[in-house]
């Protein structure tokens, strides 16, 4: 059984440019879920994709959207990157009706 | 309004000895509750979780008691390993099951050799 994998690994951008993050679920598990940590913080709910649609979204504005593909992978996408939104991004995945979220490493973004 | 709350930002317990790590949450919607612990440069691991309908759940050294009249969970370690040594976090989901999680700030966790 394959875990939450996430790319890159780390990443640094420049304020103003545009990011894209990469996550592949747990084989099996058809629901992802992005949050943001930032430093000293617990995980904030970004946005939840089932079916390729958005299924709920926290507080975050606009510029933050995402995908989710057939195979149940995803991206999020965070245009016009501010200094604020470096952090630690992270997938997790699930199935439909399960409560339990599973997370991958993350992707560290620090904007600058 | 942070809705899930750990008051201890850090806690120290000697090796051998039980660790406790408290929770707090206002939100009387949230009805399934789970710990989940992480090492630096790695995501959460999930540890353990209980529903509302239950008052315990045991998972070998670990056990979380749930007390839904004070809106209060605990997370006991016994004994404890200097592998525990983690942040750990507290985080809830509401009636739904398939929404977001809400997570505390999390506690850190020293295990003194």
């Known amino acids: 059984e394959t875990g939450v994998t996430q790319s890159p690994t780390h990443l640094i951008k420049t304020r103003g440019q545009q990011v894209t993050l990469r996550c592949s679920s747990q084989s099996g598990h058809n629901t992802v879920s992005w949050y943001q940590q930032a430093l000293g913080q617990g995980p904030q709910f970004i946005f939840q994709y089932y079916r390729e649609e958005e299924n709920g979204r926290g507080n975050f504005p606009p510029r933050f959207s995402g995908l989710q593909f057939p195979n149940y992978s995803s991206e999020l996408n965070v245009n016009a990157l501010e200094l604020d939104d470096s952090a630690l991004y992270l997938c997790?995945?699930?199935?439909?009706?399960?409560?339990?979220?599973?997370f991958g490493p993350g992707t560290r973004l620090l904007v600058l | 309004d942070q809705q899930v709350k750990q008051n201890s930002p850090s806690l120290s317990v000697q090796e051998g000895r039980i660790s406790i790590l408290n929770c707090d949450y206002t939100n009387s919607m949230f009805d399934y509750f789970l710990w989940y612990k992480k090492y630096p440069a790695e995501g959460p691991t999930f540890l353990i979780s209980?529903?509302?309908?239950?008052d315990k759940n045991e998972d070998g050294r670990f056990t979380v008691f749930l007390n839904k009249s004070a809106k209060h969970l605990s997370l006991h370690i016994v004994p404890s390993q200097p592998g525990d040594s983690a942040v750990y976090f507290c985080?809830?989901?509401?009636?739904?099951?398939?929404?977001?999680?809400?997570f505390g700030t999390g506690t850190r966790l020293t295990i003194i050799p």
């Open positions: 209980i529903s509302s309908i239950k």
């Open positions: 985080a809830a989901i509401g009636q739904n099951g398939n929404e977001k999680l809400t």
């Open positions: 997790a995945s699930s199935f439909w009706d399960g409560e339990t979220q599973y």
